[in-house]
């Protein structure tokens, strides 16, 4: 008897590779969904943390902010239009501790104040926008009303290329389909036309107030305040911080001498300042009124304890620190204190001396754009 024999179609048989690809990518999927939501939760949870912060250190206490995704939503009411360009200015710039040094988690704001206590009240369609000028790149974001708008700031954008200042445009506008106001395409054009002059900065439209923060040359500072000043056809110009790059540099410079060659002490694992820094903190407050813009007071520890508790005690001396300098007279809406705990240390934490030099606190300028 002759036995047949039964051979499968080769189409009909899986090599080994899909059959260990397979269910690798399901398992890679059904891990990516598992965990975006606790991830997603712990980015808003940050963001939301990090803006009531930076409302509380802004003295800001009428105003709330509200979270969804990337964006921040600031309410209350406003007892001025300054306060209301505080408090949005303070969470902007606002920066929470990251795995390496720190991070802005606040990347796009939404005003919803209630203006009543001004007698004032809706300004307009929601269409805001934020120009920003980086390390050498022009981002365009926020609102456009129509696609023919948005298409003449785009081009009009890479008429600024000018390197190394512009070097690329980065177009992450949008487009919400609101009424056209008369001036709106102006007032976009302004925008653009004064950050592209600095070396970092934001020009912004929000809430019919315009706004510009800039680092540029010092001899470039005067013409370009004098034209984010004039009048604009479509609601108010706003706060206008233009910082020459040289006052930035020798704040900077007086600062890191004055804390390198002298320690702001301690009291051993606290945040009570040492009796024998008074000195120092006058001097210190002296060099901070010189300065421009806002300044952070970044605190540090040795990498002794918990990370968390290196963070918190870092955090309450850069507060400590911060409240000593408004004794002085320095205005508190120019000071941010943040904790960075045992991060970016400048010496081993293996020795005793190491450990000394890591402990210590840094002024800084916040920079436009950071």
Partial sequence: MRTRKVRRAEAERLPFVPYAVVPLAAFGFLLLFAIWPFAFGVVQATAQRTAS?????????????????????????????????????????????ALFGSARPVTRIRENFDW??????????????????????????GDMPNTEIRQEVVAAARTKIDPPRVISIQDSLSINNEPVADGFLEVAMRGLNTVSKCDRGVSAFTTNRFSLDCE???????????????????????????????????????????????????QSSSAVIGASSAGLLDDVAEAVRACPGSL???????????????????????????????????????????????????????????????????????RVSE
């Fill in 296 to 366: 952070r007071i970044a605190g540090y520890t040795d990498s002794t304890c918990l990370p968390e508790t290196n963070r918190q005690l870092s955090q309450a001396r850069a507060e400590a620190v911060r409240n000593a300098l408004i004794a002085r007279g320095v205005p508190s809406g120019r000071l941010v204190a943040t904790g960075y705990g045992d991060a970016s240390p400048v010496a081993p934490n293996s020795t005793a001396a190491g450990r000394a030099q890591n402990r210590r606190i840094e002024i800084r300028v916040i």
């Fill in 116 to 141: 009543s206590l001004l007698g004032e009240g809706a300004v307009g369609p929601n269409t805001d926008w934020s120009f920003r000028v980086a390390d050498g790149v022009l981002t365009l974001d």
């Fill in 216 to 266: 540029l040359p010092g001899a470039e500072a005067a013409a370009t305040r004098k034209l984010a000043l004039e009048p604009i056809p479509l609601g108010e110009v706003g706060a206008i911080n233009v910082i020459s790059r040289e006052a930035v540099s020798s704040c900077e410079s007086s600062l890191e001498e004055l804390l390198g060659d002298a320690r702001i002490e301690f």
């Fill in 53 to 97: 912060q930076a409302l509380v250190e802004a003295d800001a206490s009428w105003a709330r902010s509200r979270v969804s995704g990337q964006w921040i939503t600031l309410e209350g009411r406003p007892p001025s239009r300054e306060a209301a360009d505080a408090a949005v200015d303070a969470v902007r710039k606002a920066r929470a501790p």
